[in-house]
């Protein structure tokens, strides 16, 4: 070889060294906010994605709904595996997770209320009969809707309600109407008051109550461009009127509780509560027939160990193999139901039952632990029209709306009124919605003591405990120094 | 290899011209090296005072014609003491030469070149390969442990072929890596593309008996010239090359066992249920459901079943190599290939590799050297579940598995867990179904190649040329048959990657000497370097049959998924180092470097190092001072950087969450992925050192001591925001963390008595680590991070035993007094997790053909928070197997004892024994250890014996490695304790190192 051919070679060599000089990447996994939101389909997901985080397992998918009986007297603990034990016995700093987890679901509706702000009307699609303005107006209400259930759930957890605050404690929680896009968007805020922190979702779900379509008017006539939206799996003008009935009831407005109750049975395809034949059943149908506001689940959303790891069956029964089954209903909530309640029915206490009522309320009927999670069903609407008649004396009105839900369980109509009225009205609610984290609460909006089950061990836990507030997340409160933690801790 | 060339080229000179002198007789002989009795070739034997000469040949022959007056015969040859024979009438001498333990003419590898160790201005830290030969071993990095002063090495995983940590003089980065840049042949390893179906090493395609040299970069001094990769230290791998001359073959083939050691000791059926019937009559429990579920200790015949011994074994290892290797005046070659397997001490677990190498080197000419190193290797993983509190990882559940239960039916199959009441403890697993049915496979094909071509412009000036690249292509397999309960219909994922990293670079080396006194020396050069990773998981559920094992054997579809991830960087750098009379030396290094991972007002960083040495003992006042060999001064100061982060965080992203998260109702959900932070650039370290080398008494003692102290500058930091602003942090660079302390090395000759030598290295490496700054001038983060602490600690209450009274556990709390339980306040940093001083100790008799190797390696002054114990130590109060130290606990009023009385669930009275949240300081213990790594005896045949039958080496040895260890630490290992950094916890479900046990033989031909 001669001495040029290497010379050749060093020098091709030395070329690719130095040309090979690009330092400029892209991440094709993502787009910048304007490029994700500068059309309705991505601010729609956006929405989803809203949606989706609700369901997570520390909210609607396991503990919202079981952390409100645990803290009150509706369950016992089955299995010791650390879990719940702690809650049952209320102890001291054990639900942080929902700040976080709340407040992600609150800046995905912040950034879809923004950008559908911004978002030409000839970018969003009409079809049929729905045109663009109402399509866009739809999705500006679901954002409303949304952000207010995050806002009602940390509310119930970490403020007293309005009119009810121990030593004239009365911080809410921290309010964000605005998308946090660069860094200084993440300020550090102080907590509003819980009255400012309560008007703040009455006006957002009074305005998705004028922005959302009634249930009849989505399904097949959403736009095909995008996409699937099916009441009751996402937000309609009856979930508006419904959920805002639930924050007037948290607030002790009755009269206004009672109206939105009524106008959200109104808006529901089907107002009549399921009859008490098929009332066992309707827990393993899919779509729970009461359903006004439901999160639906699928197979996919969860990994291969979420169903057994978190999944509401496994934490509440034993029906398949690697379930947990922590926790059965307590001696208490089975003594309150009346000799011929059909609720009764959905207990089983057999050997395999580890000899404790276990509730069938979360069957995993779609299938390996799944299930869709109901968040407002008609039951509450009736229930919320007669607690709110019977508060404010209008016992006939009261019964109606009681007996409606009685007649359908297997049970009487009740003649009762005044006190005894309302304490079987307080006691219906109890049985309705055990399992499904009402319990605790309906004892704190009002301000009254929590009784705990004699296997717990524990003590009525007065109201003016400082545990009936949970603690703010510690971090937070160091991170950020204009957050006050809750008294006590 | 030149100057063989020249030499023998003299020594035909010499031949030819003194055959016209007046020659009377022969003098022949062979030239023997000391150590271990081969001939060594192209030694210089001179007849003292005369031009008369020889070279040995490739034997170590010579043959010299010499004055019938005799005389002396002078033997010289670099790395050995030269020796001075007289001839006297002899016609035959043979001489063995010593080796020279000054090494003050050892070269080491630096970045982008060698240096003489002697005139080097900064810290490397250098090993050479034979002490990683025939070790078994799986990684290189395994091998340096407690080599090397100032590198810290520890087991992330004692699952064969696992990952390790390694860090170089401490842990700068917060969230940032730590890890060193590993730079084999040339070649920047990437540190991604392992298995993810059990620890793996991305060091792991490397064998480690192709090995020639490590070096580790540890300061500024030596490693700024990679500029912005430097900050963590950088280790360069050599491996072996050909040598000139005959072909030599090699091959090694071991054997042995691996064991598993100091397991926890479990309670058996009786125990357990006594215990537990116990826990249900003090928690006013009926006992009848405690025997239901736990059995009934008054039984006679109650069951017992020993699940540790079920899942741990003994397992068997094996290596078997061959290399050869061999080369003329233009080409050297070495080729080698090599398989290696291990069991686990765990059930199902091993780890399997191949490998084949091929090094050559060409010099078509006196100018141009061109070279390859090629290397294959593939390894194959099965994997165990570790390091957390899986109850389905066999190093919890081994433990935590009821005694009462067995794992079998009484037909043989695997029975439903646990027995009595199936469902009620580890979620149903039965872990031996478990482990031996789910699938757990890693496969690994990986290549680690360079090319590289050098041309000679002129006397001292050379350019080079440098192509690289480690590329892996991977494919995991996860398979959980139906047959396991929880599992139902089965489960099956399959990832397949590619990782590919490539480098290329090219260099201009000068050096030129100007008179005996100046020494100039220089390099240039500029570096690309890139990344890529991507791959896709798929996954399917529900199998007609568990012997199906096609994902499209599968009935449900799950979320399919692919990542890509990429990065590049270039940077064009400059060294200049002047020596003058081989007594002032200073070096002084630049590099410029830009990374993709930094917006583009940011991409580019400065980094810089500048060092000084002064070697005392060459000055003439010196000269009187006979035990004094060498003695060296040096300091150095530099900048390097760190951009070890995730790839595109610069910039503010929008995507889907992927996965399980990816839709809602069918539609597909988008959310804010990250906050960026267009202003992020590079973690800047400025390190600053100062250390002595000196070889004493004939060089029998060398050593050198040294301070170093690097700050951890613009941290790129996770600065955490309030999460109410709906995302949890952004990068951004802020906070500063602060690594000082001592690295000292020792090596002596203790004695060297006829054919007895003993010889001792050891090193010893403090370390402080401190944080010094926060973002936002904040003085703490949490409970994780506090301004003045290690940026590793444990928080907790501190225990303060059980009130002899009632058998609950106390705690101090921050006033001092005792109390049932505590608030955030009452927690404070009990303990870091951060080694405070490390190093090794090796000791290695010689006697004749006989060496022993003992070698025992320590760290000290760090905690560990042992989250077994969470199970473990519970008194009973879980559905878990406790340890026998449970049979301790309180049961009447006035006992004295540290395990609380056994209740059911563990919350007396609503307080829960173990402190929920922050847990105490009753878990941790100090994990302090020494071990006795690695004992060799081995035995060399006499050269003599081989050579009848042609051999040059014949070597029988008898290994042991990790065989005692002496700790307080109340785990089961203090190697493995690191492993969840960030939850608080040292240790949980870990993976332990095994003991091993081999034997084995080297034949050379």
Redo the contacts between chains.
């Keep these: 070889m001669n001495i040029k051919l290497y010379k050749i070679l060093i020098t091709v060599l030395l070329t690719i060294s130095f040309t090979a000089c690009d330092i400029d990447t892209v991440d094709k996994s993502a787009l910048s906010p304007a490029q994700a939101l500068d059309n309705a389909a991505g601010v729609q997901s956006v929405v989803l994605s809203a949606y989706r985080i609700a369901h997570e397992f520390n909210f609607y998918g396991q503990q919202v709904n079981l952390h409100g009986d645990a803290f009150a007297d509706n369950i016992e603990i089955v299995n010791r595996t650390g879990r719940y034990e702690q809650e049952w016995v209320n102890g001291i700093g054990v639900y942080a997770n929902r700040w976080a987890t709340a407040y992600r679901g609150i800046n995905d509706t912040n950034y879809a209320l923004k950008f559908l702000a911004e978002l030409p009307i000839a970018k969003v699609p009409s079809s049929g009969t729905l045109s663009s303005q109402q399509v866009l107006n739809h999705l500006r209400g679901e954002a409303l809707f949304i952000r207010s259930l995050y806002y009602m759930e940390l509310l119930r957890v970490y403020s007293y309600e309005p009119g009810k605050e121990v030593n004239g404690f009365n911080l809410g929680v921290i309010l964000r109407d605005t998308p946090t896009e660069v860094v200084s968007d993440a300020d550090k805020r102080a907590r509003s008051t819980n009255l400012e922190s309560y008007q703040f979702v009455e006006a957002d779900l009074l305005e998705a109550t004028n922005l959302l379509l009634p249930a009849s008017a989505i399904g097949a006539a959403w736009p095909a461009s995008l996409g699937t939206n099916t009441f009751p799996f996402r937000a309609t003008r009856a979930a508006a009127h419904a959920l805002l009935a639930r924050h007037y009831l948290n607030w002790s407005r009755f009269a206004d509780a009672d109206t939105q109750a009524t106008t959200a049975l109104t808006l529901v395809p089907t107002a009549a509560p399921v009859a008490a034949a098929s009332w066992v059943a309707s827990w393993s149908t899919a779509t729970h027939p009461e359903s006004i506001f439901e999160l639906e689940i699928r197979a996919t959303d969860w990994s291969g160990v979420d169903g057994p790891n978190n999944s509401m069956n496994s934490i509440t029964t034993n029906m398949l193999g690697g379930s947990q089954y922590v926790l059965a209903a307590s001696a208490e909530l089975i003594a309150a139901h009346e000799a011929s309640d059909v609720r009764r029915n959905l207990y089983i206490t057999t050997a395999a039952t580890l000899n404790k009522p276990q509730s069938r309320k979360w069957p995993g009927e779609k299938g390996a632990f799944v299930e869709n999670i109901p968040v407002i069903r008609r039951s509450e609407m009736y229930l919320i029209q007669a607690e709110s008649r019977a508060r404010q004396n209008n016992d006939a009105g009261a019964q109606t709306a009681v007996n409606a839900i009685r007649t359908n369980r297997g049970l009487t109509a009740t003649a009762l009124t005044g006190t005894a009225l309302i304490d079987l009205i307080m006691n219906e609610r109890r049985v309705e919605f055990a399992l499904e984290g009402f319990r605790f609460y309906d004892f704190k909006r009002l301000g009254l003591d929590i009784p705990k089950p004699a296997a717990s061990g524990v003590a009525t836990l007065p109201y003016t405990d400082f545990r009936m507030l949970q603690q703010l997340p510690n971090d937070q409160v160091l991170l950020n120094s204009n957050l006050e933690q809750n008294p006590g801790y | 290899m030149k100057k063989i060339l020249l030499v023998k080229i003299f020594s035909m000179l010499m031949l030819v011209t003194s055959v016209a002198w007046a020659q009377d007789r022969t003098v022949s002989g062979r030239v023997t090296s000391a150590d271990d009795g081969s001939g060594l070739p192209g030694v210089n034997v001179l007849l003292k005072g005369t031009d008369t000469g020889s070279i040995t040949d490739v034997e170590g022959n010579y043959r010299l014609s010499l004055p019938t007056t005799g005389g002396t015969l002078v033997f010289s040859f670099v790395g050995f003491v030269t020796q001075e024979v007289a001839v006297g009438s002899r016609a035959v001498v043979d001489v063995q030469l010593a080796s020279d333990v000054k090494q003050l003419s050892e070269v080491v590898v630096t970045g982008y070149g060698v240096q003489e160790k002697r005139t080097l201005t900064g810290s490397i830290s250098s090993l050479k390969g034979d002490v990683l030969q025939n070790v078994p071993i799986q990684s290189v990095d395994r091998g340096i442990q407690g080599r090397l002063a100032g590198v810290q090495v520890s087991s992330q995983s004692g699952q064969p072929g696992g990952a390790l940590n390694v860090r170089v003089r401490g842990i700068g980065s917060i969230n940032a890596s730590n890890d060193p840049l590993w730079i084999v042949d040339g070649v920047q390893m990437g540190r991604f593309g392992q298995s993810t179906q059990g620890s793996s090493n991305p060091l792991g395609s490397i064998n480690p008996n192709d090995i020639e040299s490590v070096e580790v970069l540890k300061d500024a001094a030596s490693s700024a010239i990679y500029g912005a990769q430097a900050a963590n230290g950088v280790i360069l791998v050599t491996t072996k090359k050909g040598k000139k001359g005959k072909t030599k073959l090699e091959i090694n083939a071991q054997y042995g066992t691996t064991q598993p050691f100091n397991l926890y000791e479990m309670m058996n059926g009786q125990q357990f249920a006594a215990i537990k019937e116990e826990s249900y009559r003090n928690a ?1 429990l009926p006992v009848a ?1 405690s025997y239901a ?1 736990f059995g009934d200790p008054n039984e006679s015949n109650l069951e017992s079943h020993d699940w540790v011994n079920e899942m741990f074994q003994n397992g068997q290892l094996g290596t078997y190599d061959l290399t050869m290797s061999g080369g003329d005046e233009k080409t050297s070659f070495l080729l080698s290939a090599s398989y290696q397997f291990q069991e686990g001490q765990i059930i199902a677990s091993d780890w399997k590799r191949g490998t084949a190498r091929l090094n050559i080197t060409h010099k ?2 006196e ?2 050297t ?1 070279g390859a190193n090629l290397s294959l290797a593939y390894q194959r993983t099965f994997g165990s579940i570790a390091n957390g509190n899986f109850v389905n990882g066999p190093f919890q559940a081994a433990f935590t598995a009821q005694p009462t239960s067995s794992p079998y039916t009484p037909e043989g199959g695997f029975a ?1 867990y646990p027995t009595r ?5 580890l ?3 039965n872990i031996k179904q478990g482990v031996e049915e789910e699938l757990r496979l890693g496969r690994t094909p990986q290549t680690v190649s360079s ?1 590289n ?1 050098a ?1 000679e412009i002129m006397p001292g000036l050379t ?1 080079s ?3 690289g690249v480690d590329a892996s292509f991977g494919t995991d397999r996860n398979e ?1 048959p139906g047959s396991i ?5 089965g ?1 099956i ?1 399959a990832t397949s990657r590619r990782t590919i990293s490539y480098n ?3 260099t201009l080396n000068y050096t030129k000497k100007f008179g005996e006194i100046h020494q100039i020396s220089g390099l240039a050069g ?3 370097r ?1 990344e890529e990773r991507g791959g896709i998981t798929a ?1 399917q ?1 529900t199998y007609p049959n568990p012997a199906l094992r096609l994902l499209s054997s599968g009935a ?4 399919a998924g692919e ?2 991830f ?5 940077g064009v750098f400059g060294q200049v180092k002047y020596a003058m009379k081989d007594r002032y030396i200073a070096d002084f290094t630049l590099r410029r470097d ?3 991972r930094f917006g583009s007002n940011s ?1 580019y960083g400065t980094f810089y190092a500048g060092s000084v040495a002064y070697r005392i003992t060459e000055e003439s006042f010196m000269d009187g001072i006979t035990w004094l060999d060498d003695l060296k001064i040096r300091a150095a100061y530099g900048k390097v950087g760190n951009s070890d982060i995730a ?2 965080d610069w ?25 960026g ?1 267009d202003l992020i650039s590079w973690e800047n370290e400025i390190q600053t050192s100062a250390g002595i080398d000196f070889a004493l008494f004939g060089s029998r003692v060398t050593g050198s001591v040294e301070y170093y102290d690097n700050l951890t500058q613009q941290l790129l930091f996770d600065v ?9 942090s ?1 990068r ?1 660079n802020s906070g500063e963390v602060r690594n000082n302390g001592f690295d000292i090395e020792l090596g002596a000759v203790v004695i060297d008595r006829g054919s007895f030598k003993w010889n001792v290295t050891a090193n010893l490496s403090t370390l402080k680590n401190e944080l010094v700054s926060l973002p936002n001038n ?1 003085q ?4 994780t991070l506090i301004v003045g602490e290690p940026i590793s600690f444990n928080y907790l209450f501190q225990f303060a035993g059980i009130n002899p009274a009632n058998g609950k556990a106390m705690i101090y709390d921050t006033l001092g007094n005792l109390s049932y ?1 505590g ?2 306040r009452d927690a404070a940093v009990r303990g870091s997790n951060i080694p405070t001083y490390f190093g090794g100790l090796a000791n290695n008799f010689s006697y004749k053909g006989l060496n022993l190797e003992v070698f025992f390696q320590y760290q000290g002054g760090n905690q560990a928070f042992n989250g077994d114990l969470y199970n473990l130590y519970a008194s009973g ?3 878990n197997n406790q340890l026998v130290s449970q049979l301790e606990r309180w049961q009447n009023p006035g006992d004295i004892t540290n395990v609380a009385r056994s209740f ?4 007396i ?2 307080f ?1 024994q173990n402190f ?2 922050f847990g105490s300081t009753q878990f941790q213990s100090d994990a302090s250890y020494m071990r006795l790594k690695q004992v060799t005896l081995s035995y060399s045949l006499p050269s003599n014996l081989i050579s009848k039958m042609n051999l040059t080496n014949v070597r029988v040895f008898i290994q042991g490695l990790n065989l005692w260890t002496f700790t307080k630490f109340d785990g089961i290992d203090p190697e493995v304790v690191s492993n969840n950094s960030g939850t608080g916890v040292s240790t949980f479900g870990v993976y332990p190192v095994a003991k091993q046990f081999m034997g084995g033989i080297t034949i050379g031909l």
Aim: glycine share 18%.
């Design positions: 006013g459901t579920t078509p000419n100018k141009l061109i439903l009441a199936p469902g009620s403890h979620f149903g697993y090319f071509i041309y350019l040329g440098f192509a959980r309960p929880v599992f139902a219909g489960q994922s290329t670079n090219a500029f570096e690309y890139k996954s559920f449900t579809a799950r979320p990542f890509f990429d990065n590049a960087r270039q830009g990374s993709s991409k790839d595109y910039f503010t992203a929008f995507g889907s969450p992927g996965g399980n998260n990816a839709g809602y109702l069918g539609g597909s959900t988008l959310r804010l992925a990250r906050l932070n955490p925001l309030p999460t109410d602003s709906g995302v949890g952004v951004g904040q703490r983060i949490g409970n339980s608030v955030a109060s879980s559905a059911q669930g563990g919350v009275d609503g829960a929920g949240t």
